[in-house]
């Protein structure tokens, strides 16, 4: 986690430096404030905070990841422009049922989880870059301001912006991040009921003990009357996992292989795509779908003053995305803190999305 100390931040108005005061008085240090520039883009309804993922980080994880043996890059990297487009062609594949699955059962339950969450909370959504999903519950929650937060800058940017227009009544607080870094809200924010929504079952990239890390810092984002409303993939037959990451048109394919395109573009890296070919793969071992490049040569590649050597055969790893039973997840999140409210599964058994509360410390 970076530590942002109020030094380092930027008011640009009076208000937003008076509600972060009045955070760093609540919370202690401990907690962390991201306030950058407020920049009321053309709506009157909308602030972006951008705090930039700067290229260094990328750069010295990429280095990183591909000095180790199997290597490795974290799938967080999947998502600039092209990526984030590429992850919206595959949400609407035929074989991703995760999308739409997700999609049917916050529309058919959309009451039932307003009548649990209340109306007037804080919408938070660590990751909410395109904010898709957000509109199924906006109207039934009519929450007082939505914050996603997302490391893509402009894909959040142009969401945010339609949102804005067609939901005038809302108020949202977008902010640019690696939400995986750094997870508090922009002091722009006003107070009250805090939700954090994380759908999609993004989960699943954690491995199972990052997850219950990552779901700790959400309860304490949240706090004890907070909510977490999650979905997350579910196990299942194999055939169908593997068919949902090996689609017939290849879209997941250009998809994990833009990772590499990227690196190209930004870090001044010369990989050829045609040398290296995409592998999804269940591990029902692990309870997980990975995906990996794989090289179908000997070759060797250069990233600015760097070079790394890849056997024919040899891969780099791309992605985790597991996959939990409902009751394995439940105690995953208790352990994170969080009890069960409710859970609705699709008829199918194939997504579940899930309603937590912070427990809360009852003291004599
Ligand atoms: C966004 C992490 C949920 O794991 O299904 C889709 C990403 N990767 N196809 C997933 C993904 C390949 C997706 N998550």
Redesign the pocket.
Known sequence: MIKLKPEHIVYQTRDALERSLALIDELGTEQLIIANTRSPLNKNNLWFHDLHSTTSEFASDVLQGLDKRPASIP?KYFYDAKGSQL?DA?TELPEYY?TRTEIAILQDNAAEIAHHVGTGSLLIEPGGGSCAKVHILLEGLRPMAYVPMDISSQHLRLATEELATTFPWLEIHATCTDFTQIMALPPTAPEGTKVAFFP???I??FDPGDAVEFLTSIAQLVKSEGYLLIGV?MKKDKSILHAA?NDAVGI?AQ?NLNLLQRINHELDADFELSGWRHKAIYNEQAGR?E?HLVSLREQQISIGQSRFEFASGETIHS?N?YKYTTQEFIKLAQQAGFQSVALWVDADNLFSVHLFRVKTVIQE
């Open positions: 799938p992850f595959i995760q999609g079952s993004s699943g990239n993939d990451y997941t998809f779908i995906m992605e995305s």
